[in-house]
């Protein structure tokens, strides 16, 4: 079935019930009626006739459910093949950016403005690789998060933070060259 033209409103919102599956539901604004019938043939108490904004469609299914909204499932394969990625990353990330944090704490020679930089850097890709990272990689495994609500907003959160900082750091060693 083709819409019809667009200043059809009928046809067309026929065709979204029909194709979409959706129902129109009144908003109940101040014009809202029994029927959408009304509203088609313009036959609204004021005369005016039908308009779409007096109405939301709900096109989700009624029998939909949360795991209906996940997308599907890994093979195997490639569940082993995140893993092994996330852990070598998280592993050479942790290393790495510990001992430029170590390097530059202990030599006082190595304390210069880019090197704060530079240690800002690797404090914030650490904290991704430790409060980030391993969250991430049990949603994948999982297929659906497992670990409650605060550490979905958590990580969610120190994400954001981190990743700015990281954005501000990198401008800053920029703007500072």
């Known amino acids: 079935m083709e819409p019809a033209s667009q200043d059809n409103h009928y046809d067309y919102y026929a065709f979204l019930e029909q194709v979409l599956g959706g129902n129109p539901v009144s908003n109940g604004g101040d014009n809202s009626t029994d029927s959408l019938d009304d509203y088609y043939d313009g036959g609204h108490a004021n005369g005016s006739g039908f308009y779409p904004q007096d109405y939301e469609y709900d096109l989700l299914p009624p029998d939909l459910t949360a795991k209906d909204l996940l997308p599907p499932d890994l093979p195997g394969t490639v569940k082993s093949l995140f893993l092994v990625a996330y852990v070598v990353i998280m592993f050479l990330s942790i290393v790495g950016n510990s001992l430029v944090i170590i390097v530059i704490g202990r030599n006082q020679k190595m304390r210069t403005v880019t090197n704060m930089f530079l240690l800002s850097l690797a404090v914030s890709d650490m904290l991704i690789a430790v409060l ?25 959160y120190i994400q954001g933070v981190v990743i700015v900082v990281s954005i501000f750091t990198l401008s800053a060693i920029a703007l500072d060259r």
């Open 132 to 156: 980030n990272m391993p969250f991430q990689l049990n949603f994948y495994l999982q297929n659906e998060w497992t670990l409650g609500e605060f550490l979905c907003k958590f990580s969610k």
